[in-house]
């Protein structure tokens, strides 16, 4: 006779995890526990508990790339192991970094001989090229103002209000005056006369933006060029352009060609590109380009020899995976201009396709740009029941993440919704996102408005004062945004 066997309660292989006592109890969140786990419990508590984050797909707040061909995800894990500085030890990691720059330094028209080495590196994102380029352009007007024999102290950097905050960031980290240009309504990047008057002998750069996050537009390079070029001229000075291209570099190539912003203009001594961007890689890689050797000093390159063979090196981090820039590597020799040119296209055309639908309903005011990074902004023409900030909660049912933002000075009274046309976002998506777009502004029309409501309350309350219409929108988006910061607070979500 053959006799079974039961298994005891401490035998957790044959329990399912849903039967087992790992889900009757919370997750450690501020210390680790006393006892270990089962894998298999591990990673489905943790996937599960992952599925109430939004689908990266859906997210049309972000310009980061959330699809790759499945041959390039295998590469990613292949390489999931490798730490990019172990330069030595992972040589042939090393040598693909050295193609990606040499490639996008000749994207961006570099002047390179045939037999000359581009000049940089690959990063986190663009957030640390940035500040790596804005540390170059600050140490070379130190070394100029000591050889006069002027003060160093006070350096500054102009840039529109329209900025990324990692430029806030570079000027508050590295003590550098950040002189801003503020936009005006209907005008949402940097006016290069305005930014040129700006500019003095303590200016180590001015910062133009080839694709403001706001808008999408492309700022008028050429324009500064030629102003800062005047300007040098009169005093003497030689002020440089650096070019934050982190959304519109791998965009402006192939579908701009001609547009001249890159290192075809004497003064764009550096430009920073996010690869995980419209490079088409997955969060986690920027680059930073020089136009040639003189323009990274020496001193900031780092050399070190524990890890074998000396290594020059000049990032913020010091380890990284080395996936991403073999994924950048991947999408470069796989796409190649052809590629890249057909997929820009096919963004571009498909944010059209969600601009007219938003067009044709009639409610909406387009503040993006056709020229420029493929995305739509958009305003609503009446927000005096309804806002932007509503609409973009609402969309959160149908699963879209859209953002609802106000503009920075002096154009904070305008509020706008943004949608990031990616690679992953076909045509039948645009024109789902139009039709979920259309069946919320019905049900705004059939509900009272939340804000106004509390307006009319205050009002009771207060002493009647006439208001402008301008006022009175400021006033619905100050209370809007309040009520989504408090509703944040109570829920702890965002």
């Known amino acids: 006779m053959v006799l079974s066997k039961t298994a005891s309660q401490s035998d957790v292989s044959v329990h399912s995890t849903f039967a087992s006592r790992y889900v009757r109890h919370s997750l450690p969140r501020y210390k680790m526990s006393e006892n270990s786990i ?42 999931i192991n490798k730490n990019y500085v172990d330069m030595d030890e992972y040589p042939v990691t090393t040598e693909l970094q050295n193609r990606c720059v040499n490639m996008i330094a000749h994207l961006f028209n570099a ?42 102290d006070k350096p500054n950097i102009v840039t529109g209000a329209n900025v990324q905050v990692c430029w806030e960031k570079f000027a ?89 912003w890159d290192f075809r203009l004497p003064l764009v001594k550096s430009i920073n590109v996010s690869g995980h961007k419209y490079g088409l890689v997955y969060a986690g890689i920027g680059w930073a380009v020089w136009r040639t050797k003189e323009d990274l000093p020496d001193e900031l ?22 996936s991403q820039i073999i994924a950048q590597y991947y999408q470069l020799i796989r796409l190649g201009h052809e590629g890249y040119r057909n997929i820009m296209e096919n963004c571009q055309e498909n944010a059209m396709v969600l601009k007219q639908g938003l067009e044709k309903t009639g409610r909406f005011t387009i503040v993006s740009k056709d020229h420029g990074v493929p995305l739509v902004a958009f305003s609503l023409k009446d927000n005096s029941r309804h806002n932007e900030f509503e ?23 305008i509020t706008v919704l943004r949608v990031v046309i990616r690679e992953d976002f076909s045509r039948t998506l645009a024109e789902r996102l139009v039709l979920d777009i259309e069946k919320i502004m019905h049900e705004l029309d059939a509900i009272p408005s939340k804000v106004t409501e509390k ?40």
């Not at 419990?41 to 790759?68: C, H, K």
């Not at 390159?301 to 080395?322: A, E, M, R, V």
């Not at 959160?396 to 154009?411: K, Q, S």
């Open 38 to 79: 089962p894998k298999e419990a591990a990673y489905q508590i943790i996937n599960d508990e992952l599925m109430l984050d939004g689908n990266p797909r859906l997210n049309l707040a972000s310009f980061v790339t959330t699809w790759m061909e499945p041959e390039c995800d295998k590469l990613v894990m292949t390489a």
């Open 301 to 322: 390159i780092f050399h070190i020899n524990y890890l074998g063979s000396d290594q020059p090196t000049f990032t913020l981090n010091f380890s990284k995976g080395s």
């Open 172 to 260: 508050r980290y590295f003590e550098v005056e950040l002189k801003e240009v503020k936009l005006t309504e209907g005008y949402y990047v940097m006016d290069p006369d305005k930014a040129v008057e700006m500019v003095d002998e303590n200016t180590i750069c001015v910062a133009a933006i080839l694709g403001s996050t706001l808008n999408g537009e492309f700022e008028d390079v050429k324009r500064l060029n030629d102003l800062l070029v005047e300007k040098n001229k009169q005093t003497g000075w030689d002020t440089p352009i650096h070019v934050d291209a982190a959304s519109g570099g791998f965009i402006a190539p192939f579908l701009y060609p001609e547009l001249e």
């Open 455 to 494: 307006l009319a309350t205050d009002e009771k309350h207060a002493v009647v004062v006439k208001k402008t219409a301008l006022e009175v929108q400021r006033e619905i988006t100050d209370a809007w945004k309040k009520m989504v910061a408090d509703k944040k607070k109570t829920k702890g979500v965002c």
């Open 391 to 413: 609409i973009s909660e609402m969309l959160r049912r149908f699963g879209w993440i859209v953002p609802a933002y106000t503009m920075p000075p002096d154009a904070q009274h």
């Open 111 to 152: 002047p390179l001989g045939d037999d000359e080495t581009a000049v940089g590196v690959g990063t986190v994102g663009s957030s640390e090229a940035i500040m790596l380029a804005g540390l170059a352009f600050k140490r070379k007007w130190q070394n100029k103002m000591k050889e006069l024999g002027k003060p160093h």
